[in-house]
């Protein structure tokens, strides 16, 4: 219920052609997507599916503890760079869980950081923190 009032505060913010353009009903069908996706995300963090170990990301990162998506993009030691979050995962992918890299854009990826987003909502966005 806060989400769709802070929503309708940026609705009113934007001015009435925004306004115009969008219903609560719209609020509320994004909201159920991104429920349902995170909610796959979940399945998957606590999966061994995605490595070939037996490994699951939530026995390193228990309800995407300490994954701080709220912190990227960012300077990654692992890859040597600024990554974005997808490739910190695909990092765990390929060395923790000993799988395959996913694509940015794979389904799976996706929900994996819905999930993680959604475990961190309320945290300050707060870009190239460590």
Partial sequence: MKRI???????CLAGP?????????????W??????????????WSSPEIGTNGVAC???HPNAANTHPETYPK???QLG??????EMFNWCLRNPL???EMAADDPRMIALQAYALKERRGVKLDPGKH
């Fill in 75 to 77: 300077f990654q030691k």
């Fill in 5 to 11: 009032t802070i929503f309708m505060v940026f609705i």
């Fill in 98 to 100: 000993e799988g395959k």
């Fill in 81 to 86: 760079r600024v990554i974005q979050l997808w």
């Fill in 58 to 60: 939530g026995q390193c």
């Fill in 17 to 29: 052609s925004f306004a115009d353009e969008f219903t609560q009903a719209d609020a509320d069908r």
């Fill in 31 to 44: 909201m159920a997507e991104f429920n349902l996706v995170a909610e796959e995300g979940r399945r998957l």
